[in-house]
């Protein structure tokens, strides 16, 4: 009778454990590279969306200090502009308005009597507005814009003007150029109290938001 020979089921080869520390190595460098990618674009976001807030808080100052230079509060105001110029550096756009103001602050509450250069025709301007009298307002940014048509702030104070006066069309043109010359203007009009009235307005909404107006 013939042996019945003993058959081992043959399984796949043993890994040596060279090639086991080199599998595990290869796994951890892949996972590795995969967090170093990741890492880059985290940081970014966060840096980002930090160099926003931070934009936002140069914004909100920026208007307390203005807000503050129309009550005639010149030496508050005058802190508040050089906070904004000393705090936030990267604000290039807002340190100009700022540097400008301030000057108005350092030469008193009153504003030359026939403003003739265009930093006492836009603070002539900015109290007039405050005053309550639009008319006034209109006359010296008109004034203004022939010397600087592309300046944004005398666009946006004409913004202002024209919605205080009911010109809603015109407003809404002088604000579409201000936020066209400069960005932040956005921001600005959002919270702008004047611009009231433009809230029913499709084109208020497109300008300010680049959308229509919700529902």
């Given at each position: 009778?013939?042996?019945?020979?003993?058959?081992?089921?043959?399984?796949?080869?043993?890994?040596?454990?060279?090639?086991?520390?080199?599998?595990?190595?290869?796994?951890?460098?892949?996972?590795t590279?995969?967090?170093?990618?990741?890492?880059?674009?985290?940081?970014?976001?966060?840096?980002?969306?930090?160099?926003?807030?931070?934009?936002?808080?140069?914004?909100?100052?920026?208007?307390?200090?203005?807000?503050?230079?129309?009550r005639?509060?010149?030496?508050?105001?005058?802190?508040?502009?050089?906070?904004?110029?000393?705090?936030?550096?990267?604000?290039?756009?807002?340190?100009?308005?700022?540097?400008?103001?301030?000057a108005?602050?350092?030469?008193?509450?009153?504003?030359?009597?026939?403003?003739?250069?265009?930093?006492?025709?836009?603070?002539?301007?900015?109290?007039?507005?405050?005053?309550?009298?639009?008319?006034?307002?209109?006359?010296?940014?008109?004034?203004?814009?022939?010397?600087?048509?592309?300046?944004?702030?005398?666009?946006?104070?004409?913004?202002?003007?024209?919605?205080?006066?009911?010109?809603?069309?015109?407003?809404?043109?002088?604000?579409?150029?201000?936020?066209?010359?400069?960005?932040?203007?956005?921001?600005?009009a959002?919270?702008?109290?004047?611009?009231?009235?433009?809230?029913?307005?499709?084109?208020?909404?497109?300008?300010?938001w680049?959308?229509?107006?919700?529902d």
């Amino acid at each position: 009778m013939a042996k019945k020979t003993s058959s081992k089921k043959s399984g796949p080869p043993r890994k040596s454990s060279s090639t086991v520390k080199r599998e595990k190595s290869l796994k951890t460098s892949t996972r590795t590279t995969v967090q170093k990618k990741k890492a880059p674009a985290e940081s970014a976001n966060r840096a980002a969306k930090a160099r926003r807030q931070k934009s936002r808080e140069a914004v909100a100052l920026y208007e307390k200090a203005l807000k503050t230079l129309q009550r005639r509060n010149l030496l508050t105001a005058s802190d508040l502009f050089q906070k904004l110029i000393d705090d936030f550096p990267e604000e290039r756009e807002l340190h100009e308005r700022s540097r400008r103001y301030l000057a108005v602050c350092r030469r008193g509450s009153n504003p030359a009597p026939n403003p003739k250069t265009f930093e006492e025709r836009v603070y002539a301007a900015t109290l007039a507005l405050n005053a309550g009298s639009s008319d006034e307002a209109l006359q010296y940014l008109k004034a203004a814009l022939v010397e600087q048509p592309d300046n944004d702030h005398v666009q946006y104070m004409l913004a202002v003007t024209r919605a205080v006066g009911g010109e809603r069309s015109a407003a809404v043109t002088h604000l579409g150029r201000a936020i066209e010359l400069n960005p932040d203007n956005r921001f600005l009009a959002r919270n702008e109290p004047s611009f009231a009235a433009l809230r029913d307005e499709d084109t208020f909404w497109q300008v300010v938001w680049s959308s229509s107006r919700p529902d």
